[in-house]
């Protein structure tokens, strides 16, 4: 399974969570996604996402964005900080577009916000654990990579 159709599957799995949830799930079902944090998993594998898609974009765009050059050669701890502070944006943002568009949600933050403000919390630390995961797992085949060319060790 290459990146692109792995970014690919990851997105089509995201939509139909999307779907099922918001229009077919019943209250049972709900509680049960509530309780057991199923939609944790959905945010973790949103933060891979977001990495996958930034690396896509950086190989696609570098010639041709100013601030993809300067982050190239940067050293890497910060390349990497920049990715998981994007992460940690795109994560917040869409909290807000949760609180804004889902009125269960809005129910949670105006009612229940000790618990809102907990789940929210949760997500967006298991969109920067997939984030983090993804980043380490390109770090770590770029590393092997590298040594493989400089060595001319085969595939």
Same mark, same amino acid.
């Given at each position: 399974?290459? *990146?692109?159709? %792995? ?16 229009? %077919? ?14 939609? #944790?998993?959905?945010? !973790? ?16 765009? *570098? *010639?041709?964005?100013? &601030?993809? #050059? ?38 949670? !933050? ?32 770029? &590393? #092997? ?11």
């Amino acid at each position: 399974l290459n *990146s692109r159709r %792995f970014l690919a599957l990851v997105l089509v799995l995201f939509f139909v969570w999307m779907i099922f949830a918001q229009f %077919f799930a019943s209250r049972e079902a709900l509680r049960a996604i509530d309780a057991y944090h199923i939609d #944790k998993a959905f945010h !973790f594998l949103g933060g891979i996402w977001i990495v996958g898609a930034l690396a896509r974009v950086r190989t696609r765009m *570098s *010639s041709r964005l100013t &601030a993809v #050059k300067r982050l190239d050669t940067a050293p890497r701890r910060i390349r990497n900080f920049a990715v998981l502070l994007f992460v940690l944006v795109i994560g917040v943002l869409w909290e807000v577009v949760e609180l804004a568009v889902f009125p269960e949600v809005r129910h949670l !933050f105006r009612d229940l916000y000790p618990y809102w403000l907990s789940d929210t919390a949760g997500d967006i630390v298991l969109d920067m654990l997939g984030g983090a995961c993804a980043l380490f797992w390109m770090n770590r085949n770029f &590393a #092997k990579n590298a040594f493989q060319r400089h060595h001319d060790v085969p595939n």
